[in-house]
């Protein structure tokens, strides 16, 4: 089933010819009239080129930048990654990683990788891709003055160099199993390279599917179809307006008078409602994004581990689930692993944590406190209805002693002047394709060097436990350490992750798209631009 899969996708992607696709499938088993009839199918469902999509993210801010290391939300991942520029390798439309800048890569140890580059790849400009131009754009996320938000991932990397105009080695400081899904980051699309070794970030070349023609930041982004895309079978609209729309009802409106093909993140209240719509669509992806309640554990009371395991005994996850997700989602158990990832602890290994007023109560006692009054900060850019769903918080806590009053922000600037400034705010993560990735980013102590800690968590057996995980190439092992990490978190890092969300959309039926989608991020890993099409 899986090789006809793959037929499938490369006939649609005009990769083979239908002759080829019969003779192939003939050659799995599949019999002539049944092969003849799938490939009619599937030319039929084949990809048109043409028109332009209207889309709407949230995510966006008017200190939107188009340098890649300054990437934080939805909207620039889309715009950044998933048109204007590639990256060595992506995770496919069935969440797996594939080479995308890089045709193959090889370690002998884990430690040392040589990524071999394809050749006759240009830049929008006309210009071919150069190894040097791999370089200077890892190199951009190095040294002590970067400010990259990637700097947490590639801190790894100790070496670097251009073999030829086609091959780039990249040493690390220790073997690493998982290395290559993490050029896959969002912040590491490739841009031309300057004459002095910094990158062009601000033009908005890249070697992706869609070239910029303007770019409005917390507005708007338009871009138009790159007529020497190297990629067979992609990039099939003519251009693509990408629109920041936080507010959801105005989003669904856009949608439903027909100025918008595509939005993401209907109402889950609504969505039942939306769906029955005629010519709408609704529909649903399942992968790591969670959303989490983050607090500062260098800001009094959140440097006392009693005050915030009170926290997290005093809320209702359940609750959460049937009242804010409407069942679009799971139970988050306070650990950043999801359920697409390997190694995520199973409630056997880390029981689920439950609202237990016992408990909290129990804990504020340790604390030594009767009472305690605290502010958390939200916006619906953090999570959809975040202030609805810290609400339901207030009066869970309330029987504990904990007063919670809930600051509704600013959508607009909410990741610049919010989150990291205030002690307790609510955010999410579109979680990481690897344990590693999630831990080095958001959870090990060069994360707040970097500024991508938003609990400020550092953890000396957690610290301990890290690099041995990533070189451990022995699985049993790997996982008793991913594990206990996860088990270190949830004891004893101050975020509160009570939810695992679905990616939700909402579309015109013009809008076409693969059988499978990737759930690594919303819109189909923020790939929709180039993997989908209109009927």
Known sequence: MKDINHLKERLSQGRITRRDFIRSAIALGVALPTATSLSSAVLAATPNKGGMLRQALTGGASSDSLDPATYLDSYMINVGMGQLRNNLTEIDENNQLVPELAESWDSSDGQTWAFKLRQGVEFHNGRSLKASDVVASIQHHLGEKTKS??????????????????????????????????????????????????????????????????????????????????????????????????????????????????????????????????????????????????????????????????????????????????????LGNDIPIGPANRYRATNEEIPQREYDLDKAKYYMKEAGRSSLDLKISVADTAFQNSDDACVLFQETARPAGINIEVVRKPEDGYWSNVWLVDPWVASYWGGRPTEDWMFSQVYSKNAIDTGWSETFFNNPRFEELLPQARAELDDAKRREMYVEMQRVVHDNCSVIIPIFSAYGHASSDKVKRPENIASNWEFDGNKNAERWWFG
């Open 149 to 330: 938000a990637a700097k947490g991932i590639v801190s790894q990397i100790t070496d670097i160099t251009a073999d030829g105009d086609h091959q780039v080695t990249m040493v690390l400081e220790g073997p690493n199993a998982d290395f290559p899904y993490l050029m896959s980051d969002y912040h590491l699309g490739i841009c031309p390279a300057n004459d002095d070794g910094t990158i062009d970030t601000q033009s908005g070349l890249g070697t992706g599917g869609y070239k910029l023609e303007s770019f409005d930041p917390g507005v708007r982004t338009l871009t138009v179809r790159n007529p020497n895309y190297w990629k067979a079978g992609r990039a099939h609209f003519d251009s693509v307006e990408t629109l920041f729309i936080s507010d959801t009802g105005a989003r669904e409106n856009g949608l439903m008078s027909d100025e918008l093909d595509l939005i993401t993140s209907p109402a889950a209240a609504t969505a039942g409602r939306l769906a029955k719509r005629p010519g709408i669509e609704v529909f649903y992806t399942n992968g790591n994004q969670h959303c989490t309640l983050p607090m500062l554990n260098n800001v009094s009371p959140f440097n006392d581990n009693n005050v915030v395991m009170a926290l997290k005994h005093a809320i209702n996850r359940q609750e959460w689930l049937e009242k804010i997700w409407f069942g679009y989602a799971s």
